[in-house]
């Protein structure tokens, strides 16, 4: 990944890293899934008035809205109105990113090198022990919204998956992918909040949004839609398009470092040192396995993401047109480089 892009995915990550105090602030005024639902249709109003569709298969484009905006954000919110951390549910949040290495390895059949074994290895480490910990609190009370979370980092990595299989569809219309995504959520959302919720309950979140709970309340969503969404999402998902989903999404691990941290100075919401300490080890996988070992001076072989060839990146992602040289020569010239005169007179 070059750069510029690793730039770009730190930037995404002090975005959503601050999504999780604004999402607090919401959840003080509105009840769970009917904050979800209200974050995507804001979206999806204008999206199906202004923006075209996409040319992707419309299953991709499911499987990216249902995966990333509506398991991903039911569990969460449920998570944090049930009394999930802010800061934590940005650390264990995470787990989407060992989840969609492990499923674009299984489904997608992109390559896992040793190196982000090893980091995706650490990070659940990280992951268990803060389950670990939080289940020894309260008589394990605690845990519940750790597992709930757990299944809104699954769906967010299922999410991941349609994202990649669309952009590849569509590779140049990652932004308009963004914005449709959007228009999965809403009715769902919705319909699970009128059935959970009940109108009683909607109908009172809508009273003192003048209040500074209320305008608290409106602007964590403003920010939520605006920036974390339109802007945070729409470049993960050029990022996701460009490379395979099990180099990009490590970087999400690195959310935590602000959403703990800005918690803290925001919300004066302090973690428990032994949960910083295991998501120390979270931090330390997405370092591992998303830096690439240093080679040898002298002339280098094209590089790609993770450290691979370019024979490897040929065989996780099929290119419609005829690649040249073969794989087999690509392999050879990186293992024993280039031949000599007296080779090739053989």
């Known amino acids: 990944m070059p750069t510029r892009d690793r730039l770009l995915a730190l930037l995404v990550a002090v975005t959503w890293g601050l999504n999780f105090p604004a999402i607090h602030l919401t959840l003080q005024q509105f009840p769970p899934f009917l904050a979800v639902a209200l974050r995507f249709a804001v979206i999806a109003v204008p999206t199906l008035l202004l923006a075209p569709r996409p040319r992707v298969p419309v299953r991709w484009l499911l499987l990216y809205g249902t995966g990333f905006g509506v398991l991903q954000f039911v569990f969460l919110y449920a998570a944090m109105d049930a009394g999930m951390p802010t800061g934590l549910a940005s650390l264990v949040l995470q787990s989407s990113a060992p ?21 995706v290895l650490v990070a659940v480490v990280g992951l268990t022990g803060i389950a670990l910990h939080r289940a020894g609190l309260e008589g394990g009370a605690t845990l519940v919204p750790v597992l709930l979370t757990l299944c809104g980092g699954l769906g967010w990595a299922l999410g991941n998956l349609g994202n990649r299989l669309a952009t590849r569809a569509a590779p140049r219309e990652s932004f308009r992918l963004m914005l449709w995504m959007s228009v999965v959520p809403p009715v769902p959302m919705l319909a699970l909040s009128l059935t959970l919720e009940g109108p009683d309950r909607i109908t009172a979140s809508f009273d003192g949004l003048t209040t500074p709970t209320g305008l608290a309340a409106l602007g964590g969503l403003a920010f939520t839609v ?19 989903a099990g180099v990009v999404a490590p970087f999400s691990m690195l959310v935590p470092v602000v959403g703990i941290g800005s918690s803290w100075l925001l919300l004066h919401e302090a973690t428990a040192p032994a949960e910083l300490a295991w998501g120390a080890l979270v ?22 993401p993770w450290g691979t060839t370019s024979a490897v990146a040929i065989a996780a992602t099929p290119s419609p047109r005829p690649v040249s040289p073969s794989p087999s020569v690509v392999v050879a010239e990186t293992v024993t480089g280039a031949p000599t005169a007296i080779d090739r007179t053989a």
């Open 226 to 244: 605006l920036v974390a969404t339109v802007g945070g999402s729409g470049v993960w998902t050029a990022l996701m398009s460009r490379h395979p």
């Open 99 to 119: 989840f969609t290495v492990v499923l674009a390895a299984a489904l997608l059949r992109e390559r896992v090198t040793p190196r982000q074994a090893v980091g």
């Open 283 to 304: 931090v330390a996988g997405v370092l591992l396995g998303s830096t690439a070992r240093r080679r040898p001076a002298g002339p280098e072989p094209a590089r790609q």
